[in-house]
């Protein structure tokens, strides 16, 4: 039932003008704002540490935007899963960086693409499968019809999904080695201690996944960084070259330039991150744990 209500919800919002898509989403971000609850807790605590230059007014203002910026993306997101790839294209209404990209490509290396949850990232990864043969690591939701409707829509662009494990890893560095495009979100927090080490992110230690640095040393690609901005009317898509660092062999270094690269992203379009997810885990914890319900910057 869960399942269908979801499926329901996300095919009803595609039949919604674009405009009118956000505008409920950014209703939806003052509805959470006013309850409050995690959402809005998490999404102050993140703000409050990347941004501590700012005063207590502007990150409140900061933090009110991004919860609207993300009930943004959530009531868009049918739009873009269920409508045709030709007319989401349509939306695109500017592409900065993609020179370099093709040009990667054209020379017959790889392109790894890294893409923050920033913005609309289903727009990267519809877009780069234009751009050269195509492959995203993908993980099933748990639920069954909301999973068809995901690989449909991820996939209709041209690009292969493959799975998060040893085999869809291999498949992602064959074609990589190719000269192929794959798609990697890189500020998601691994989910054991063996998957990452803790680099600094805005300025604060953050538990990093070492992945995308691993695959890189395996595959020679090159690394690029994109996101797709939400502008009025459609999408601004960014890609930019990732710092020379991000090949190094000392971890520590490449994961200074996979966060660095993230960190430029993000300081482009703060308010349109997911700054509600939490981000700023370190693993092991040991003595701080920024989301715990008395913790102060003086603590720390």
Known sequence: MKSRLI????WSSSLLPLGVCRALGRGLGRVAWWIGGSPRRVTERN???????????????????????????AVEMGYIWNRPWDQIRGHILEIVGDDAVRAALAEGRGVMMLGPHLGNWEIVGLHISEMGESVALYEPPHMQQL?????????????VLVPTDARGLAKLVKSLKKGGIAGILPDQVPPV???????????????????????????????????AER???????????????????????????????VEGCVRMSPAQYQWEYKRFRVRPRGSVDYYAPDWRPESN
Request: no cysteine; proline share 4%.
């Open 7 to 10: 499926t329901f919800l996300l």
């Open 47 to 73: 703000v409050g540490l990347a941004f501590p230059e700012l005063s207590k007014q502007e990150q409140e203002l900061l933090a009110r935007r991004s919860l609207q910026s993300t009930g943004e993306l």
């Open 147 to 159: 999973d068809d409707m995901v690989r449909a829509a991820r996939q209709r662009s041209g690009s």
């Open 193 to 227: 201690v063996e998957s990452g080490e803790n680099s600094l992110f805005m300025g604060v230690p953050t538990f990093t996944m070492t992945l995308a640095s691993k695959l890189l040393a395996k595959s020679g690609a090159q690394a690029f960084f994109g996101f």
């Open 231 to 261: 502008i009025p009317g459609g999408y601004r898509l960014h890609y930019l070259p990732a710092d020379e660092g991000i090949y190094s062999k000392d971890m520590q270094t490449s994961l200074k330039a996979l966060n660095d690269g």
